[in-house]
């Protein structure tokens, strides 16, 4: 049989992986350890942009056409008819390479939920040992914490004053201290925690990736946009995709594996004729397999920003300008550290909008700067700091359909955000808690006044409006391809998609309910636990 890397024409393996993300990287690296042949479809080019690799360049990232879909919602009354801009990564490593790199598990109890919904095997006790696996945690032991993964995870390098004055506040305001929100306790203020290889940003791509493209059974296409998925009548065969100017195939002789994370992994399998019946013909695809759910039960974080004025103290806005950033690219050449580390948030609490939860419902995320509210990813030119109050268990749901049968054209996104009214009260108790973190005495002395949502916005019903008008998503969607047994599920529990043989579906798309926090870390867990599944299978057949 010849090496997969020899091939020229069209390509024939054991397992066809469609997307190189979060999920994608770690299945081609699994699948691929014990000499199956992997073919891994990556519809944007190599990670070679090298402001992937520094982590403060992930500002420049937002937007760049070259690494990113740059996809757009569909203006929704829930935001004030805004089109809200929704970055995904469109090259090796996925929105791996272009996240803010915090690393977040997620609460016990969400995981905890899944298997309480049907999804048998994916209680926190059954995930846990996937998150282990994948990660080797630099900055101490626990039993919570991974060793030898090929993940780095670790602490912030550079750590500026404000982000300690924002941990002292958050105390004096009533939250505890946790160490660490990845293991024993989430609940609380703590230091967030990244994904890095040194200096550099840990990607999927140059981790788990990095080592496997040295397999010759591993074959990793670049540029290569999945038209269609292939199939001999209920089975799964094969990936259509178009590279180079052409149009080409590849054979699955066990399984095809769609890793295109929340937005194209439905769109894929709708075009290829998985979906809702109706809405398939009404756009002139075939069906093959009658599945509603697909596009469905779209949730995503919404979220407000409350920003304040510094003074007296040192803000990211001050360093990233002028003799001052000269000074931090030098530092960050010669040693690595300085603010050229750091990625989006550096510190955070978990906490809940009201008494009687059973676990946190917000996230307030703490960055030691502040944001043009006109730009995507600008700095303002001003000194601030900023409190983002995410919802992290939203009502809200919305789908994601294809909007014709061309491969290329981008699907309808319609997140509704705030469509439940529960949501505008959590972010709403939210803004209170931000708020007294700011009038706390370690961050108060520092304040140069609240000037978003500003000093106007002291009424509920004007916070609220501002949350319409200004709000903002941070990039966690899942669920579209929901996992579960009931009519509205697409994949089961082992993420096989219901109806159709030698197809899965691997990524953040397959979450029942999001996770309480960012989504790069359960991502990678579900790449690690899709492997070993797909693997156990195979040796079961």
Not at 8 to 36: F, H, M, N, P
Not at 346 to 364: I, K, N, W
Not at 406 to 434: C, M
Not at 464 to 481: E, S
Request: with cysteine; proline share 5%.
């Amino acid at each position: 049989m010849p090496r997969l890397k020899d091939a020229v024409t069209d390509l024939q393996a054991d397992y066809v992986i469609v997307g190189a993300g979060s999920a994608g990287c770690v299945l081609a690296d699994r699948l691929s350890e014990d000499g199956a042949r992997v073919v891994l479809l990556e519809a944007g080019p190599s990670d070679w942009h090298p402001m992937i690799h520094v982590p403060a360049g992930a500002l420049h990232l937002r937007a760049n056409p070259l690494v990113n879909w740059n996809y757009y919602t569909e203006k929704e009354h829930g935001t004030g008819e805004r089109s809200l801009h929704w970055p995904r990564g469109r090259v090796l490593g996925g929105t791996s390479s272009i996240n803010g790199m915090l690393y977040v598990r997620g609460n016990p109890a969400d995981y905890d939920g899944w298997a309480q919904m049907g999804c048998r095997g994916w209680s926190y006790a059954d995930v846990l040992p996937y998150f282990k696996k994948s990660e080797h945690y630099v900055s101490g032991n626990s039993e919570y914490r991974g060793k030898g993964g090929p993940l780095l995870t670790e602490d912030y390098r550079t750590i500026l004053p404000l982000t300690h004055r924002f941990v002292e506040a958050a105390q004096q305001a009533g939250f505890a201290f946790t160490s660490d929100y990845n293991g024993a306790v989430q609940e609380g203020v703590g230091y967030s925690q990244m994904t890095r290889r040194g200096r550099f940003r840990g990607s999927t791509a140059r981790t788990f990736l990095a080592e496997a493209r040295r397999r010759p059974n591993l074959r990793v296409e670049t540029k290569a946009v999945a038209t269609r998925l292939l199939f001999d009548g209920s089975r799964c065969t094969g990936v259509a995709f178009r590279q180079g100017g052409g149009d080409r195939r590849v054979a699955a002789a066990r399984e095809v594996v769609v890793s295109g994370g929340t937005v194209n992994s439905p769109h894929l399998l709708q075009i290829s004729g998985i979906g809702p019946a109706d809405h398939l013909q009404s756009i002139g695809v075939a069906v093959v397999r009658d599945l509603p759910g697909v596009g469905a039960n779209l949730s995503d974080h919404f979220a407000v920003r409350v920003t304040h004025g510094v003074r007296d103290e040192t803000s990211v806005n001050q360093l990233a300008r002028g003799a001052r950033l000269a000074r931090e690219i030098g530092r960050y050449a010669a040693t690595g550290r300085g603010a050229l580390t750091f990625g989006v948030t550096t510190a955070m609490v978990f906490c809940r909008s009201r008494e009687g939860l059973a676990s946190p419902d917000l996230q307030l995320l703490f960055t030691p700067g502040s944001y043009d509210p006109k730009g995507i990813g600008r700095l303002e030119r001003e000194p601030g700091m900023t409190i983002v109050v995410c919802a992290v268990r939203p009502d809200s749901r919305g789908t994601i359909m294809a909007k014709s049968a061309d491969p290329l054209q981008p699907p309808a996104i319609r997140p509704n955000y705030l469509s439940a009214a529960s949501d505008e009260q959590v972010l709403l108790s939210g803004t209170r808690h931000a708020r007294r973190i700011f009038a706390a005495a370690p961050l108060a002395r520092y304040s140069a006044a609240e000037t978003m949502p500003g000093s106007a916005a002291s009424s509920d019903d004007a916070v609220i409006d501002f949350m319409h008008r200004a709000g903002m998503n941070l990039h966690h969607p899942v669920g579209t391809c929901r996992m579960g047994e009931n009519p509205r599920a697409v994949v089961d529990s082992r993420l096989r998609v219901h109806g159709i043989a030698g197809l899965r579906v691997v990524d953040a798309s397959v979450m029942p309910t999001v996770t309480t926090g960012n989504t790069n870390a359960p991502s990678i867990m579900i790449g690690e636990k899709g492997a070993a599944m797909i693997r156990e299978d195979a040796r079961a057949a």
